[in-house]
């Protein structure tokens, strides 16, 4: 493999890093509260927000994982897209927004406190603070790692004199503090504005990628011919659960990712939904994540595809990949794909159970870079994942900061403290997030079970989150008592169920199983759809029986955060594609298209 | 704010795009050989007009914007 960097990568990326932190210098004289700096002073357009909506989420991991997932299981990963994130974003868009921006709340768990009480916002606030750092860690450990694998930098640090491992360490460093510097500066207006700056340079590094990948394979029709069979079409097999890529069936599909998980995460998730608070008026905050729905169903080409590519394409030489491991994986045989084979820390390569090496599926979009992308646009290339890896990073520090700061600091540690006092807790606990996600992620190095571990953590506190929102905003009669043991009882169904199921071929442990394996399941991604439904399942039923026994809140405190006691914002603009509920209509008619043509 | 994010969006593809294009043209009589992996094209070239063209017209917009913006607020 004979990639090398050359200056003009280098100069591309240096560039890059300049218009960063030259946004936060430039946007430094305008924090002058805290309000300013933690929450943009609600001074943002849509459409700079709902870029900056989809920016925040599309982390290293998003880039990484949705390509390593379409070379595993092919356009069938398009649901977490068509099925998933676009309903639910134009479900808060409609439907939510009026509350959260129209509460004057902050941050959702200060919405929790005043539609139910203390002790609910504090759960979530604690469990949202943690989650968020440590998952930045986590993305900032995937980063570096693969940075490290494409073994692009090796020469240039041993140039320096330095050991190889200080490619995995100087690209952690130097990606965070960059973050860290243009956060500090510019607070979250920094961060949204860079997002978007982000989200056109992924955009930039992405797209020639699948253009050429597409010419290579002959077209649209060449990637159909050449992939496995099915792995083109979003629906196929999908019935059942014996037959579907996921192993799990329609339901299973629809109401854990579609309804459960993809809702959980795009209404409650205070990192997607501070983009849409910091707009400038109740319209703009409405049509955010409308506005971001657009691309969001355009990205499953940009980075779905590139994975599909990954397998698909004809390898008359297997050079890029057979010099790493010297192993010609099954495919590769047949001359097809550059998805290498996985070897461990000591360079060994992994077989499974029955002798056939396991494919390393998280290199898709590194090898495709290299592939493909000349020395020039190599450095546009790994821009866009450091652009990817930073946004992610950011959107994460950001909402961390702000609750940190409003939900945790002024809530428990100091209440009464001047403005300047609070502006000083958001830089310092910018500063300590940073440094608490970098510690996490050599702890994520360290013991690669607890990365899977948190991961699953994650997954239990989101779901049950979804109920106790729905009950809260649509439902007046939802009590603080119902809202807070509703959440621990979703918590504690997802445990149970995690102790009672096993993935197929998994060991009891970690994947589950501890009390008693009662049913396997196919998969470990159908063994978290299930728990996420018995979650959901469980905060909403045990929020409405504590509610019915216990006090509810008066109307009056309700005004303003319950469907049935808000005036409802009647949106008349002019323009059609001004109005929330038409853009709502045309997007979700946009996915079920998707849906159709390329079932 | 009194920034308008498209001025400087604009201006960074214009300077990626500008130097993808030099570097392009100046590799490609030089060494042909190095767009073998891009399928023979000269992506550097092609991609970079793109991104030129591109940030001209969001520097210009937002150059614009950045104006009327400071016309309202004065």
């Given at each position: 493999?004979?990639?090398?960097?050359?200056?003009?990568?280098?100069?591309?990326?240096?560039?890059?890093?300049?218009?960063?932190?030259?946004?936060?210098?430039?946007?430094?004289?305008?924090?002058?509260?805290?309000?300013?700096?933690?929450?943009?002073?609600?001074?943002?357009?849509?459409?700079?927000?709902?870029?900056?909506?989809?920016?925040?989420?599309?982390?290293?991991?998003?880039?990484?994982?949705?390509?390593?997932?379409?070379?595993?299981?092919?356009?069938?990963?398009?649901?977490?897209?068509?099925?998933?994130?676009?309903?639910?974003?134009?479900?808060?868009?409609?439907?939510?927004?009026?509350?959260?921006?129209?509460?004057?709340?902050?941050?959702?768990?200060?919405?929790?406190?005043?539609?139910?009480?203390?002790?609910?916002?504090?759960?979530?606030?604690?469990?949202?603070?943690?989650?968020?750092?440590?998952?930045?860690?986590?993305?900032?450990?995937?980063?570096?790692?693969?940075?490290?694998?494409?073994?692009?930098?090796?020469?240039?640090?041993?140039?320096?004199?330095?050991?190889?491992?200080?490619?995995?360490?100087?690209?952690?460093?130097?990606?965070?503090?960059?973050?860290?510097?243009?956060?500090?500066?510019?607070?979250?207006?920094?961060?949204?504005?860079?997002?978007?700056?982000?989200?056109?340079?992924?955009?930039?590094?992405?797209?020639?990628?699948?253009?050429?990948?597409?010419?290579?394979?002959?077209?649209?029709?060449?990637?159909?011919?050449?992939?496995?069979?099915?792995?083109?079409?979003?629906?196929?097999?999908?019935?059942?659960?014996?037959?579907?890529?996921?192993?799990?069936?329609?339901?299973?599909?629809?109401?854990?990712?579609?309804?459960?998980?993809?809702?959980?995460?795009?209404?409650?998730?205070?990192?997607?939904?501070?983009?849409?608070?910091?707009?400038?008026?109740?319209?703009?905050?409405?049509?955010?994540?409308?506005?971001?729905?657009?691309?969001?169903?355009?990205?499953?080409?940009?980075?779905?595809?590139?994975?599909?590519?990954?397998?698909?394409?004809?390898?008359?030489?297997?050079?890029?990949?057979?010099?790493?491991?010297?192993?010609?994986?099954?495919?590769?045989?047949?001359?097809?794909?550059?998805?290498?084979?996985?070897?461990?820390?000591?360079?060994?390569?992994?077989?499974?159970?029955?002798?056939?090496?396991?494919?390393?599926?998280?290199?898709?979009?590194?090898?495709?870079?290299?592939?493909?992308?000349?020395?020039?646009?190599?450095?546009?290339?790994?821009?866009?994942?450091?652009?990817?890896?930073?946004?992610?990073?950011?959107?994460?520090?950001?909402?961390?900061?702000?609750?940190?700061?409003?939900?945790?600091?002024?809530a428990y540690i100091k209440p009464q403290a001047s403005d300047k006092h609070y502006l000083w807790m958001g830089h310092f606990a910018t500063f300590f997030g940073t440094?608490?996600?970098?510690?996490?992620?050599?702890?994520?190095?360290?013991?690669?079970?607890?990365?899977d571990l948190l991961q699953l953590v994650f997954a239990f506190v989101n779901a049950p989150l979804?109920?106790?929102?729905?009950?809260?905003?649509?439902?007046?009669?939802?009590?603080?008592?119902?809202?807070?043991?509703?959440?621990?009882?979703?918590?504690?169904?997802?445990?149970?169920?995690?102790?009672?199921?096993?993935?197929?071929?998994?060991?009891?442990?970690?994947?589950?199983?501890?009390?008693?394996?009662?049913?396997?399941?196919?998969?470990?991604?159908?063994?978290?759809?299930?728990?996420?439904?018995?979650?959901?399942?469980?905060?909403?039923?045990?929020?409405?029986?504590?509610?019915?026994?216990?006090?509810?809140?008066?109307?009056?405190?309700?005004?303003?955060?319950?469907?049935?006691?808000?005036?409802?914002?009647?949106?008349?603009?002019?323009?059609?594609?001004?109005?929330?509920?038409?853009?709502?209509?045309?997007?979700?008619?946009?996915?079920?298209?998707?849906?159709?043509?390329?079932? | 704010?009194?920034?308008?994010?498209?001025?400087?969006?604009?201006?960074?593809?214009?300077?990626?795009?500008?130097?993808?294009?030099?570097?392009?043209?100046?590799?490609?009589?030089?060494?042909?050989?190095?767009?073998?992996?891009?399928?023979?094209?000269?992506?550097?070239?092609?991609?970079?007009?793109?991104?030129?063209?591109?940030?001209?017209?969001?520097?210009?917009?937002?150059?614009?914007?950045?104006?009327?913006?400071?016309?309202?607020?004065?």
């Amino acid at each position: 493999m004979n990639s090398s960097l050359a200056w003009i990568d280098y100069s591309i990326i240096i560039i890059y890093f300049a218009f960063v932190l030259g946004i936060g210098f430039a946007l430094k004289r305008y924090m002058k509260t805290s309000s300013d700096f933690l929450l943009s002073g609600r001074s943002i357009p849509a459409w700079v927000a709902g870029l900056a909506f989809i920016s925040a989420n599309l982390g290293a991991q998003e880039v990484i994982g949705m390509a390593a997932s379409g070379a595993k299981y092919g356009l069938a990963t398009a649901h977490f897209y068509w099925l998933g994130a676009i309903p639910a974003m134009a479900f808060v868009g409609i439907f939510m927004m009026p509350f959260y921006y129209g509460s004057r709340a902050r941050s959702v768990p200060e919405y929790l406190r005043l539609r139910f009480d203390e002790k609910t916002r504090a759960l979530n606030a604690i469990s949202f603070a943690l989650m968020t750092i440590m998952s930045s860690g986590i993305s900032m450990y995937a980063m570096a790692l693969l940075i490290e694998n494409l073994h692009i930098f090796d020469a240039p640090i041993e140039a320096l004199g330095l050991p190889k491992s200080w490619v995995f360490h100087l690209s952690i460093l130097v990606s965070a503090l960059i973050t860290l510097g243009y956060v500090y500066l510019g607070g979250l207006t920094s961060a949204i504005y860079n997002e978007v700056l982000q989200f056109f340079l992924i955009v930039a590094g992405f797209f020639p990628l699948v253009w050429l990948g597409l010419q290579n394979v002959g077209g649209w029709q060449g990637l159909v011919a050449g992939a496995p069979e099915g792995f083109t079409q979003v629906w196929r097999g999908m019935t059942s659960a014996e037959t579907s890529p996921f192993g799990v069936e329609v339901f299973g599909l629809a109401m854990g990712l579609g309804f459960v998980l993809s809702f959980a995460y795009w209404c409650t998730d205070f990192l997607v939904v501070q983009r849409a608070m910091a707009a400038d008026s109740m319209s703009a905050a409405r049509r955010t994540p409308l506005i971001a729905a657009f691309p969001k169903m355009i990205f499953p080409f940009l980075v779905i595809v590139p994975g599909i590519i990954a397998v698909a394409l004809p390898t008359p030489t297997t050079d890029a990949t057979a010099a790493a491991g010297e192993v010609v994986t099954e495919a590769q045989a047949m001359g097809r794909g550059i998805i290498p084979a996985k070897v461990n820390a000591a360079g060994e390569v992994q077989y499974d159970t029955d002798g056939k090496p396991v494919l390393d599926y998280d290199l898709a979009i590194p090898n495709m870079l290299i592939h493909y992308f000349p020395t020039g646009m190599l450095g546009l290339g790994l821009t866009a994942l450091l652009a990817s890896f930073m946004s992610g990073m950011a959107g994460n520090i950001t909402a961390f900061n702000t609750v940190w700061t409003f939900d945790i600091y002024q809530a428990y540690i100091k209440p009464q403290a001047s403005d300047k006092h609070y502006l000083w807790m958001g830089h310092f606990a910018t500063f300590f997030g940073t440094a608490i996600s970098i510690a996490a992620a050599y702890v994520a190095m360290s013991f690669n079970n607890i990365m899977d571990l948190l991961q699953l953590v994650f997954a239990f506190v989101n779901a049950p989150l979804l109920a106790t929102f729905l009950l809260g905003m649509f439902w007046k009669r939802a009590s603080a008592h119902g809202a807070f043991y509703g959440l621990l009882s979703g918590f504690g169904a997802a445990i149970i169920h995690h102790g009672l199921t096993l993935p197929k071929g998994a060991t009891v442990g970690v994947k589950g199983g501890w009390i008693q394996v009662l049913e396997v399941y196919r998969t470990e991604m159908a063994q978290n759809f299930w728990a996420a439904i018995y979650a959901w399942t469980a905060c909403f039923v045990v929020t409405i029986v504590v509610s019915l026994i216990t006090k509810p809140h008066k109307d009056e405190e309700l005004v303003g955060l319950v469907y049935s006691l808000t005036p409802h914002t009647v949106d008349e603009h002019p323009v059609w594609y001004k109005r929330p509920a038409a853009l709502g209509v045309v997007v979700v008619a946009a996915a079920i298209a998707l849906n159709v043509i390329f079932r | 704010m009194a920034i308008d994010i498209r001025a400087p969006i604009g201006l960074l593809f214009l300077i990626l795009g500008g130097l993808l294009i030099v570097y392009g043209a100046a590799t490609h009589f030089s060494n042909p050989s190095m767009y073998a992996r891009s399928l023979g094209i000269n992506i550097n070239i092609w991609w970079g007009l793109v991104m030129v063209g591109f940030g001209a017209g969001m520097y210009y917009y937002g150059a614009r914007g950045a104006r009327a913006k400071a016309t309202t607020t004065e």
